[in-house]
């Protein structure tokens, strides 16, 4: 994501319940866009935490910088 010109946050875990404040926060005043691992768990939670998300084809850490911005371009 830094290497597109985007912020990004590494929630390391299936469900970012304790960043759910911080989230919250970061939505007053940026556009915040969640990218789950496209996995049972990640499909599960990330939708309780926001509408704008994004279903990829395979983990973000597995794609090159070309895949990723295709995704990202919505």
Do not use: C, W
Request: glycine share 6%; no cysteine; proline share 7%.
């Amino acid at each position: 994501f830094h290497s597109l010109g985007y912020r990004a946050i590494a929630t390391l875990g299936n469900n970012p319940k304790h960043l759910s404040k911080l989230l919250q926060e970061l939505q007053k005043d940026y556009t915040v866009v969640m990218v789950p691992d496209p996995d049972e768990a990640g499909l599960k939670y990330f939708p309780k935490y926001g509408d704008d998300y994004v279903i990829t084809a395979k983990p973000v850490d597995d794609m090159s910088i070309e895949e990723l911005e295709q995704y990202l371009l919505f």
